[in-house]
């Protein structure tokens, strides 16, 4: 069964720093992609960040301020978010796409809140 759990989030001032962990369970973790996404309250949810095997993409919006890294022994993605803004709170989730009776399906994490407020 595919777990995906993410941990860190919290409550920051602007300028701060947090940093997400998600912990996958249930498949190969070291052979798939991994993304964070986020969704701010009455907006769509958006793709913050993924890493594949030798590629990472950051959306505009956090290049330069927000880090993704992985420990495949650990069957762990990791989100180093930096110099946050107010614009930056939501709730953050991990997310894996895996093939299922033939079609890519979308695995997601019951997210974690940030919010960035002083």
């Known amino acids: 069964q595919v777990q995906l759990v993410e941990s860190g989030g919290g409550l920051v001032q602007p300028g701060g720093s947090l940093r997400l962990s998600c912990a996958a369970s249930g498949f190969r973790f070291s052979r798939y992609t991994m993304s964070w996404y986020r969704q701010a309250p009455g907006k769509e949810r958006e793709l913050v960040v993924t890493?594949?095997?030798?590629?990472?993409n950051y959306a505009d919006f956090v290049k330069g301020r927000f880090t993704i890294s992985r420990d495949n022994a650990k069957n762990t993605v990791y989100l180093q978010m930096n110099s946050l803004k107010p614009e930056d709170t939501a709730v953050y989730y991990c997310?894996?796409?895996?093939?299922?009776?033939?079609?890519?399906?979308?695995?997601w994490g019951q997210g974690t809140q940030v919010t960035v407020s002083s």
């Open positions: 997310n894996t796409k895996l093939l299922n009776l033939g079609a890519l399906r979308d695995y």
């Open positions: 890493i594949a095997a030798g590629s990472i």
